[in-house]
């Protein structure tokens, strides 16, 4: 079954501590993509990746740092510089920029 | 700024009842403009894409129009049912002026279907 996967599906996290979601894709697609979606307001894009070893920062990558050395894998990693992590994250793909997004099922991260 | 608008937040409907969904944009200049659905606490389902040369998208019991000129979409959803029930989410992409791409989404209409 071609798709996105995400883990893990809850996360917990302490203050001060990074951690770093996972984002695979087995669709071929060229172009990845992070949100964050909180309550009450509409999704917002942290990072996006067009091809392999490349991305580019979104409205609220602050805080947050990716890598894309494969084209199948976008991870996404929270740090501790990042003020109010807790939301959920979802991860996106799509053969090209202007193309038709396809999302992940999500992370839901918890700063405890 | 570019913003979009999607109003009302809530709707219910019967089943069966025809409806209306509503997404407007302030900046006419986008490449496209993408209908999702959202189960709570799911991620985004892909409904319709429409590019901005487009007026409407068909699939199945779902139509999307798109008036670029007025700044706005619209999404009809034929004979509505119970399954129908999710958050209904538009985004617009467009080119920032630093050369990047800009994905904007609207905060979403929440519809139930009551049987």
């Known amino acids: 079954d071609g798709g996105i996967t995400q883990s893990p599906k809850y996360l917990f996290r302490k203050e001060g501590q990074n951690v770093t979601l996972s984002c695979e894709q087995n669709l071929n697609h060229d172009a990845m993509y992070w949100y964050r979606q909180d309550p009450g307001q509409g999704l917002r894009l942290i990072y996006y990746s067009q091809i392999v070893n490349d991305f580019q920062k979104g409205d609220i990558a602050e805080g947050y740092s990716v890598s894309r050395e494969k084209k199948e894998s976008f991870p996404l990693t929270v740090t501790s510089a990042q003020k109010n992590p807790t939301a959920f994250y979802l991860c996106?793909?799509?053969?090209?920029?202007?193309?038709?997004?396809?999302f992940g099922p999500g992370t839901r991260l918890t700063v405890l | 700024k570019q913003e979009v608008t999607q109003i009302p937040a809530a709707l219910s409907v019967p089943e069966g009842e025809n409806l209306v969904l509503n997404c407007s944009f302030t900046d006419s200049a986008i490449y496209n403009l993408q209908w999702f659905r959202q189960d709570p606490g799911k991620g985004l389902t892909s409904l319709l894409l429409i590019q901005s040369s487009q007026r409407e998208q068909t699939s199945g019991r779902l139509n999307a129009s798109l008036d670029k000129s007025s700044g706005r979409s619209t999404l009809y959803i034929a004979a509505s049912q119970p399954g129908d029930s999710a958050t209904y989410l538009c985004?617009?992409?467009?080119?920032?002026?630093?050369?990047?791409?800009?994905?904007?989404f609207g905060t979403g209409t929440r519809l139930k279907v009551l049987a």
């Open positions: 985004a617009v992409r467009r080119r920032a002026t630093s050369g990047t791409y800009k994905y904007i």
């Open positions: 996106a793909s799509s053969i090209g920029t202007l193309d038709e997004q396809f």
